[in-house]
């Protein structure tokens, strides 16, 4: 529990007990002074003191559940966040293997390039979360991306000539960069 909480728990403790010492004064001198009056400003403070106490009590409840709701959010959202950064990475992971395949036979395959180098994950986790990363990992995923999505819409036919395998090893050693970049992030978050 928050210190403030606490303090906040105490003065209303202290408010209380003189709303009631005072209450009890009051009752034991309507009992005494036999007037009409008295008992009457006794039911008034009754219903000050009444309102008081549960507008109190409404407040401490009403605090602690949009605090509890709070930090639910921001779990449930750390707990998407981390999910499709390891979904990201994956697909990552998938696109360097399809990379390292056509550097190993040193061929550029374009049925590789077109139908395994995927990106779906990054776009749905791009547009959910590009704000909960850090700018630089970003930047170096979104080039990634872009680089892949270049690839994928050069013409069939056409991109055994327009692809070299240097540009392929240069592009495997990005990805494999934002992989190690997202597997650090992956490692702080938990």
């Not at 590009?130 to 991109?159: G, Q």
């Amino acid at each position: 529990m928050n210190i403030r909480y606490i303090l906040y728990l105490i003065v209303g403790l202290v408010i209380l007990c003189l709303t009631v010492s005072l209450s009890s004064v009051l009752i034991i001198t309507y009992f005494n002074a036999d007037r009409d009056w008295l008992g009457a400003l006794i039911a008034s403070l009754g219903n000050i003191i009444g309102g008081v106490l549960g507008a109190f009590i409404a407040y401490f409840v009403a605090r602690y559940q949009i605090e509890i709701t709070q930090k639910n959010n921001q779990l449930s959202v750390k707990k998407e966040l981390d999910s499709l950064a390891l979904i990201v990475k994956e697909e990552l992971k998938n696109n360097s293997l399809t990379l390292t395949s056509m550097i190993n036979t040193n061929e550029v395959i374009p049925s590789l390039i077109k139908y395994q180098m995927t990106k779906e994950a990054w776009v749905l986790f791009s547009s959910k979360h590009a704000n909960s990363i850090d700018e630089i990992l970003f930047v170096s995923l979104n080039t990634v991306y872009r680089k892949i999505t270049l690839l994928r819409s050069i013409p069939y036919e056409e991109i055994s000539g327009e692809i070299t395998i240097e540009e392929l090893v240069k592009l495997k050693n990005q990805v494999d960069e934002c992989v190690r970049k997202i597997d650090e992030v992956i490692k702080a978050s938990k």
